[in-house]
């Protein structure tokens, strides 16, 4: 295994030696910037098989990260990469100039946000490198991104003693309920429309939801959002995205073998 020190310099170098690698946009409507590159490889003679007892993590991975920022409209936070990885794939490159297919990248569930929702991060990798040594990596393909036009604000009516149905604005609202401070919407895919939701209680003091875990089982969506106050009559208020569609962006980074 690589020490720290290692680790760091190799993202950095691997930064640099992809920076020349084509950036290819979906309809003009992106710009995809790469941010760094992780690389871990196996010691030689070491077997890639065998991870040592009560450890985590892969004995090999190269990872790239990487920033998409539209040039209209704003990316949907709550995601669909869970459930649709794309079809980014991996090609080796060995010093003879012959290739080797890795399969398809793996794609992180977990991107971060700018605060006006124009760029998102995404991140790459493979967890398993060929046998003998290898000069690169290329990964590439398309990756789904979700991007709305924009927002606009929706307001309804709540009574904790009615779950449901609930139509706040274009959101349909199947069922929801009550667990301490935490409010889980049930619905179908109009929920992922939500970017903030609120409440307002007849005191007038609105009260802002922060974001908990979601799923999906067939059409069937479930959301989770805490409040810091437990809900009484007032009245929801959200902000949804509008023009929601998932964008097939194309990607291409080719990856040098940092040392």
Do not use: C
Request: net charge positive; no cysteine.
């Amino acid at each position: 295994m690589k020490t720290r020190a290692s680790l760091i310099t190799s993202l950095i170098v691997g930064a640099a030696m992809a920076a020349s690698s084509a950036l290819v946009h979906a309809q003009n409507t992106m710009d995809v910037k790469l941010l760094g590159v992780m690389f871990i490889e196996a010691p030689p003679g070491k077997d890639k098989n065998l991870v040592p007892f009560a450890t985590s993590g892969d004995l090999e991975k190269v990872e790239v990260n990487a920033i998409a920022t539209a040039r209209s409209g704003v990316f949907n936070q709550w995601t669909n990469s869970f459930f649709d990885k794309g079809d980014v794939r991996v090609t080796a490159v060995f010093p003879d100039k012959t290739t080797q297919s890795l399969g398809q990248a793996e794609m992180g569930g977990f991107p971060k946000f700018s605060a006006d929702a124009r760029s998102r991060s995404f991140s790459l990798s493979v967890n398993r490198l060929p046998d003998k040594t290898v000069s690169g990596l290329i990964f590439e393909g398309t990756m789904p991104l979700s991007v709305a036009k924009g927002t606009k604000k929706a307001a309804q009516a709540f009574d904790p003693e009615r779950p449901g149905p609930v139509k706040l604005g274009d959101v349909e609202i199947q069922h929801f309920k009550l667990d301490g401070k935490s409010l889980q919407l049930q619905g179908n895919d109009t929920l992922l429309r939500i970017k903030t939701l609120s409440f307002k209680p007849a005191s007038g003091q609105v009260v802002r939801a922060e974001r908990g875990g979601w799923s999906r089982m067939n059409n069937e969506h479930q959301q989770t959002w805490n409040f810091d106050t437990a809900l009484t009559r007032g009245e929801l208020q959200a902000e949804l995205y509008e023009g929601l569609e998932t964008i097939r962006q194309p990607i291409r980074f080719v990856i040098g073998r940092p040392w």
